[in-house]
């Protein structure tokens, strides 16, 4: 049964928004870009197995994807967990294509693609890492365990695995055999540790605890409010800034006109700078003058919440926004 559902992580939205909205010549660019890439190849990887996941008998598992949880000194997060009466796997998913070697003496992975090498964290030591920290988090939440277990999910289908003094060959599956590895597992126990009642106990819990990543993505990489363009983008061929001619924005390059465009430049301000906006930082955002247009505008825009007075006045735009 799933629990959480799989959705495309916010840091995907924040860094596509962001990649938008840099300034050209900025020498972060590359960097955002280059890590943009390797959250969406990370989803991608989780959603190639929520096919196989559905093989999974559907009263026995309940499954969860994108967990943040924090163990009482530090957060972590875990890329999918199926949990049962009987136990629970921690599934830690790689979307790395090219010729895989999993290094057991350096405790390392090496991706040989197009004639390069790279290295990456050995995922086991990543994996046993979460299972340490999700026990920690049960104790603490003084929720019942049940015992755990700790997969790498290879989910580029096209990779070629191979590995070298590696101990823990058998828990490397691709997505294909991933159901049949969680079956070989269950074969170990006769008896439940937990009822269905604390399952689900234990699952809700796991909900209310989660807590997704919410730092301000410009403290990621050092940016300002300067380094962002500011602007009505044109939803037609994506000129800025637009400029608001009587009722309507007004696309400089291709004379596209649109009355709520004003709603996307909106959506980038909360992923980029969060949920609070003035007056005077909608106009600066939006380019616009007039005080008048900006109350207008904000008055009239949907997912906005009003509080304060006069100059105190702040608006608290909501998730909803995102959508
Ligand atoms: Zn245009």
Known sequence: MKIKELE??????????????????????????SDLSKFLSGYNGEKSLEFHLTFLQEDLYHILHDVRLYDGERFFQIDVLVISPFFA???????????????????????????????????????QRQITQFRAWLKKSSLPQVPLHGIIVMSNPYSVLTSSEYEADNLIVKPPSLVSSIDT??????????TQKELKKLTKQ?????????????????LERTDIISGVFC??????????????????????????????????????????????????????????????????????????????TIYTISEQINL
């Open 185 to 194: 597992i269950k074969k170990q126990y006769d008896q439940p540790f937990i």
């Open 206 to 222: 796991i909900l209310i605890k989660h807590e997704p990543d919410q730092s301000p993505i410009l403290d990621r990489y050092g």
């Open 89 to 127: 796997v921690i599934a830690e998913v790689k979307n790395l294509s090219g010729h895989i070697t999993f290094d057991g003496k350096f405790n390392q992975l090496i991706q040989s693609k197009n004639g390069q090498e790279r290295a990456f964290p050995d995922p086991l030591l990543q994996v």
């Open 8 to 33: 495309i992580p916010a840091i995907v939205h924040k860094l596509q928004t962001l990649s938008e909205r840099m300034k050209e010549h900025s020498t972060k660019l590359p960097h955002v870009k």
């Open 235 to 312: 939803p037609e061929c994506n000129s800025f800034p637009m400029k608001r001619v009587y009722k309507y924005w007004t696309c400089p390059k291709c004379s596209c006109r649109s009355t709520s465009a004003h709603l996307s430049a909106l959506k980038d301000y909360y992923l980029l700078f969060g949920k609070t906006i003035t007056s005077k930082q909608l106009r600066e955002f939006l380019m616009i003058d007039s005080y008048q247009l900006a109350t207008r505008l904000l008055q009239s825009t949907p997912h906005l919440t009003k509080s304060g007075h006069y100059k105190s």
